[in-house]
Structure formats: structure tokens, C-alpha cells
């Protein structure tokens, strides 16, 4: 699979009405860190077999779920299950450690 391109429009039906799992990448493109943990989120993706979302959110582009979140600092990585926040991790962390976000 392939991350999900947020927006504050669609932020509702693909993360918190989501069936499975969504680990969200709250990022900026100014974010030195945040282009650092691009690759690893994109791996992640890409070997999700359907059990977990992966989503980025670009936080100057959607100042609505930014602020609701309280997103103070990027990267910050949230788990979202059944529409709540599980886990949450800030700054740049290994696809080891995102993996043990989501509990897979």
C-alpha cells in the first residue's frame, strides 16, 4: 500500500472511521526531520498487508487537525484507533519503533 495523502477534509473518514489502525505522519515540508523520516514512513506503506493505514499530514496545509491534535512539533507520529489517539511519538524514530506504535 501507499500512505494516504491527508487533508482536514478528508481527516474524518480516513483516519478516525478507519476499521483498521492509522498511523498518522504529522510533517512540514521545512522539517528537516520530517524528510528524514519520509523513506521509513513510505517502507512502512508499503508493507502494510491491510491490518494498518499509514497517513501523512502536512501541518501548514491542514491547520484544522494540526491544532485539534495539539501538534506543537513535526515530526509527530499518532496512532489512531477506533478514532482515538493510542500512541504517540515525536521526532525522527526507526521503523522498528513505529511498528511498535501500531502493535504489529
Do not use: H
Not at 502536512?58 to 491547520?63: E, G, I, L, R, V
Amino acid at each position: 500500500m501507499k500512505e494516504i495523502i491527508l487533508t482536514d477534509e478528508t481527516f474524518e473518514a480516513e483516519v478516525l472511521k478507519s476499521d483498521v489502525p492509522v498511523l498518522v505522519d504529522f510533517w512540514a515540508t521545512w522539517c528537516g526531520p520530517c524528510k528524514m523520516m519520509g523513506p521509513t514512513v513510505e517502507e512502512l506503506a508499503a508493507e502494510s498487508d491491510g491490518s494498518y493505514k499509514v497517513a501523512k499530514l502536512d501541518t501548514d496545509q491542514c491547520p484544522k487537525a494540526s491544532t485539534e491534535y495539539s501538534i506543537r512539533a513535526v515530526p509527530t507520529l499518532m496512532v489512531f484507533k477506533d478514532g482515538k489517539v493510542v500512541n504517540t511519538a515525536v521526532g525522527v524514530q526507526s521503523k522498528d519503533a513505529l511498528k511498535a506504535l501500531l502493535n504489529v
